[in-house]
């Protein structure tokens, strides 16, 4: 029963919910475009802990820019942020900030799919995160 209790202590890890967003990029979009949703989209940015040292700091925008490049999207929707801590002492481990939503990219030739049709702006709803079409 010692042993396992031992065992146990070792392994030390953590998994918090850092925020819930509604809309997020790191960088410009008009929301006066169209957009398509590519679905769920996922990214993460990860800091190793080698013996005792982590190898530098996880940052939130890096987690959320692995996202959107991967899936070639410009902003997310209903956006979640973990950040996980796993670590063996003398050993090592990992901080990792991870985020997934609904991704959502530019339109490219919106103006031949609706000739008579102006831009839709979308709007979102700040409790929900869903697009609300005017």
């Not at 190898?55 to 991967?70: E, S, V, Y």
């Amino acid at each position: 029963m010692k042993k396992l209790l031992l065992i146990t202590l070792l392994f030390v890890g953590c998994t918090q919910n850092m925020a819930n967003l509604s809309i997020v990029s790191t960088s410009d979009y008009d929301l006066r475009n169209q957009y398509q949703s590519v679905g769920s989209i996922s990214g993460e940015d990860k800091v190793y802990i080698i013996i005792a040292f982590p190898m530098g700091t996880p940052r939130i925008d890096d987690a959320i820019n692995d996202a959107l490049q991967k899936n070639n999207a410009n902003f997310m929707t209903n956006a979640s942020i973990d950040y996980t801590t796993i670590y063996i002492p003398y050993i090592g481990g990992f901080f990792k900030y991870s985020v997934i939503g609904e991704g959502w990219t530019f339109i490219q030739n919106s103006n031949e799919t609706s000739n008579n049709q102006k831009n839709i702006i979308l709007k979102f709803d700040p409790e929900t995160g869903e697009p609300i079409p005017e």
